[in-house]
């Protein structure tokens, strides 16, 4: 569920007609277009709002703009806030970070940040972003965000900052770059001829040349301060006495003005101005719900006060969305909250029924953020309980759980334990936070509850003196919502067994009728038990899950269950079952959207699998286009993985390392089983590029006990473990390492053939087989090799064996040679890429040896050849009748005549000078 947005906020102000011109601010605005930021920082009422307006009616280019309020000290909200302003600019943009916005939990919002400024760095022309009333933001990871923000902005984009005080930003070294235009009080201060043209000409004073520099000096330009004044000088007589009188701070000036102006207005309008001031912005019925007075209309009175300019600013085009000048609702409010009467001595009502009674509007309007903020205002506790528990399926699934435990925190500890939902939902939104020894006690607050009164779902005990619920539906929910609760904090913390045992009892507490609360329990139930390795329960638990969610009409959620099926057939090793579940989701006849995007992702990882990298990249591409709308947790770090998978069969190292970083700063943890650690993949794309330091730090860094017991989540990295003592066994030839490597995969076969993990059975007996191919024991590498080919070939992989490089391309003609499947080993030799690019053309030599300082002999061309065929040291030595020694020193000295390393590169280079024909 998307974020609700106050589109008014993203209104740009419209000029007012009869506006001071301010030709040299604009100048000075268009001269700082060039550099990152432009600051306008002056206090309340020097005109920043209406300046910006001015400025950019005339604008060319593309503008976005958010008018900033308290709420935007959340994170979240404020980057909501951010994108969507973006968009009224460029449509296109952010819809990713919107996307992912919606995952709980999200990723980090410099993650976030990050996409969003590669998205505006592809802008093809600079756009113009202003963010007003910076003052309101006061948490410091907002600041931080501004900050990261301003640092890394990209020339596409111009930041404007209208604020009444300087944001904590690293303004002096702006300023040292020439990045910063800055506009201050001193520049925003009413010139003494723009003084007089706003007196004389937009006011209609006709003031002396001596009023107008006495007035104009003793607000030093204030344009509020002018303003007022002028308003109250409307009715007055004796204009110079008003001049000389006018004096004192702003603090004083406010006071003066506002008993000459406000005072000054008819009861009717006072009433309205005063009762109103709680509202942040006013619209006509939102005025007539707070009032209650059918003699002042909310429209009439709205069009009054901006025809009288009385401070009332215009939100939208249509004149719907209004708000008071800031400065003139703070002095109202001040008054309304001393409980000052209208000059007849008329009360202005009791604030609380005035909180009340917007509280009520703002709830009927379904906007809940605003309906609790007025019933916390009016300290109506029951209300704000009442709302909170009413809202939080709705908040929650909109990811806003962070926002309604702050309004929660606010109530007394004994309205909220005296409702076992409302303590349900506190626990979740805890946990939600992290907090799960204060999830655990609110779980136990409504356990006590239910225990205390025998309540049961059909009639819940609802006196006031005693348990209180709202939504009974939810209380009906509760036997199963508590251990489902549990079951997630288990898991959090590790405790699969927990976890599993909390979701059998949340599954058999769950009514029938609950089909989506049942589903969540199976989903929780299948992820669990597919974290613990037993698969084939995890299996059943997600198709159990997709056919209630079937059943139910909700294809969405079958498509997610969806997901789980796929990816633990592939782990099973039968691929061609995963590839049926995913074309059973495509028959459910929903369209691409979120879901897919996430299905595309394990259906690309099965195509590269299978050997179709073009089809892998065109899902993942696929996946990309929907997945920016995805609010499902982790697709990003997932779609970067899957990315990074496909650059590293590609041999595109350096690409794939970067994806992996990528992949790193997207990482949410969430209960899905992460069965292939980025870390440890991160190794292994570091041990195939040749930087074996790279992965032996790794190794280092886990501190990897091959004694512990070989759990189901950590086989990767332990198989990666092998993996490096197999290659340290290569370059050094360090026959321990061989040793423990041989020892380590044959307890993960082990494990492996237990958990029924055909996937991993296969690539556990490929590494054996190099493991003693290593060593040239060819007769006793086809063993494993064997059965790993016969499991595999039945299945189509493709790719697994692919992947392990020049020593399986050594390898695979053996078993050809032996007879070992022989159509699926010509199938995946046919896979490998060239070990070498050749050069464009063969060198035109009458004499193949012609370029070699050291001809080869007879004898070391017919080894050549062999190896060219792929076969073995062992093998040759047998077909020449040779010592597998002799062979060896044979294929030295052939290395060193033509000047390379290895069999691949000798070969290649004997094609090149003709020493071979060109396969």
């Known amino acids: 569920m998307l974020t609700p947005v106050l589109t008014t906020k993203l209104f740009i ?15 000075r605005l268009n001269e700082g277009l060039y550099r990152k930021l432009t ?85 093809p022309q600079q756009a113009i972003l202003v963010l007003d009333d910076h003052h309101v933001l006061d948490a410091s990871a907002i600041h931080k ?13 111009h930041l404007v900052i209208a604020t009444r005080e300087d944001p904590p930003l690293p303004l002096a070294r702006l300023r040292a770059r020439d990045q910063l235009s800055e506009l201050r009080v001193a520049d925003m201060r009413f010139t003494p001829s723009e003084a007089a043209t706003f007196l004389n000409q937009i006011m209609h004073l006709s003031l002396a040349a001596e009023d107008l520099s006495a007035l104009e000096r003793r607000t030093e330009g204030w344009i509020a301060g002018l303003q007022l004044a002028a308003l109250s000088m409307r009715e007055r007589e004796d204009i110079p006495g008003f001049v000389r009188a006018f004096a004192g701070d702003n603090r004083y000036v406010v006071e003066y003005l506002t008993e000459e102006v406000v005072q000054r207005l008819p009861e009717h ?29 909310g429209q009439a009175t709205l069009e009054y006060l901006e025809h009288a300019n009385l401070f009332l600013v215009p939100l939208d085009s249509e004149r719907h969305w209004y708000r008071y000048h800031q400065l003139f609702a703070d002095v109202l409010r001040q008054q309304l909250y001393q409980g000052h009467a209208t000059r007849s001595g008329e009360a202005v009502g009791d604030v609380a029924e005035l909180h009340i009674r917007a509280s009520v509007w703002y709830e009927q309007q379904g906007l809940e953020r605003e309906a609790f903020q007025h019933a916390a205002a009016a300290n109506d506790s029951a209300r704000v309980a009442r709302l909170a528990e009413q809202s939080w399926q709705g908040m929650d699934r909109s990811f806003q759980s962070a926002m309604w435990l702050a309004w929660v925190r606010q109530l007394p500890d004994a309205v909220i334990r005296a409702r076992p939902v409302l303590s349900t939902q506190y626990a979740w ?83 029938e009728s609950h089909t989506i609360l049942r589903a969540q329990t199976s989903a929780l139930l299948g992820l669990i038990t597919w974290a613990s390795g037993d698969l084939e329960a995890a299996y059943r638990a997600f198709a159990d899950w997709v056919e209630q969610m079937r059943q139910a009409g909700n294809l969405e959620l079958a498509l997610v269950g969806i997901f789980g099926l796929i990816e633990i057939r592939v782990t099973q090793g039968r691929l061609r079952d995963a590839v049926r579940v995913y074309r059973q989701a495509q028959q459910l006849g929903l369209e691409q959207g979120p879901i897919t995007a996430y299905l595309d992702i394990s259906y690309a990882l099965l195509c590269l699998e299978l050997g179709d990298r073009e089809a892998a990249a065109h899902y993942l591409q696929q996946s990309r286009q929907l997945g920016a709308r995805t609010a499902l947790v982790d697709w990003a770090y997932r779609w970067y993985m899957a990315q990074a998978r496909l650059k590293e069969a590609a041999e595109e190292w350096d690409a794939a390392l970067d994806l ?8 949410v943890r969430n209960p899905v089983p992460d069965l292939r650690p980025l870390e440890a993949v991160t190794a292994r794309v570091y041990l195939r590029q040749g930087r074996l330091d790279h992965a032996l730090a790794w190794v280092r860094e886990r501190g990897l006990d091959e004694g512990e017991q070989l759990t189901f989540l950590r086989e990767y990295e332990y198989l990666m473990l092998a993996r490096v003592r197999i290659v340290v066994y290569r370059r050094d030839r360090d026959a321990r390492s061989l040793v423990d490597a041989l020892a380590l995969l044959a307890r993960l076969l082990q494990a492996a053939e237990a958990g029924a993990r055909t996937g991993s059975v296969i690539e556990i007996l490929v590494l054996q087989s190099l493991a003693h191919a290593a060593r040239d024991d060819f007769p006793q590498a086809l063993v494993p090799l064997k059965r790993a080919l016969t499991l595999a070939g039945s299945e189509g992989y493709v790719q697994l064996f692919v992947d392990e490089g020049p020593p399986m391309v050594r390898l695979l003609p053996e078993a050809l040679a032996n007879g070992l499947e022989p159509t699926y080993v010509r199938r995946l030799l046919a896979a490998f890429p060239p070990a070498e690019p050749e050069q464009p053309t063969a060198l035109p030599l009458s004499d193949p040896e012609a370029t070699l300082v050291d001809p080869l002999s007879e004898r070391e061309r017919e080894v050549l050849h062999l190896i060219a065929e792929g076969l073995s040291n062992q093998t040759i030595a047998a077909r020449l009748y040779l010592s597998v020694h002799t062979v060896k020193v044979h294929a030295r000295n052939i290395y060193a005549k033509l000047g390379v390393t290895n069999r691949t590169q000798a070969v290649a280079r004997g094609r090149v000078l003709g020493l071979l024909s060109r396969a």
Request: proline share 9%; charged share 20%.
């Open 39 to 123: 600051l306008l920082s002056a206090p309340a009422g020097f005109g920043k709002t209406m300046l910006l307006s001015q400025w950019l009616a005339d604008c060319a280019r593309p503008v976005a703009w958010l008018t900033l309020d308290s709420a935007d000290n959340d994170p979240t909200l404020f980057l909501t806030y951010l994108v969507a302003a973006l968009q009224t600019a460029v449509p296109t943009i952010g819809v990713e970070v919107l996307g992912a916005l919606q995952a709980r939990p999200h990723p980090p919002i410099e993650t976030l940040l990050f996409t969003l400024l590669n998205e505006i760095a592809t802008l």
């Open 145 to 157: 965000t501004v900050a990261f923000l301003v640092e890394h902005l990209p020339p596409q984009l």
């Open 13 to 27: 102000p419209p000029p007012r007609p009869n506006a001071v011109p301010r030709a040299r601010l604009i100048a």
């Open 660 to 667: 992996l970083d990528e992949a790193r700063r997207r990482y």
């Open 269 to 297: 309008i006072q009433r309205f101005l005063l009762q109103t001031a709680i509202l942040e912005r006013l619209c006509a019925p939102l005025c007539d719900a707070v009032l209650h007075d059918p003699d002042l209309p």
């Open 429 to 511: 939104a805890l946990m939600d936070n992290g907090d799960l020894d204060g999830c655990e006690a609110r779980l136990r607050d409504s356990e006590r509850w239910l225990e205390k009164t025998g309540a049961t779902a059909a009639q819940p005990q609802t006196s006031s003196d005693e348990m209180v619920v709202v939504d009974r539906e939810q209380f009906q929910a509760l036997p199963a919502m508590i251990p489902f609760a549990r079951a997630y904090t288990a898991q959090t913390r590790g405790d699969l067994a927990a976890a599993a045992r909390y979701a059998a009892l949340a599954l058999n507490r769950t009514p």
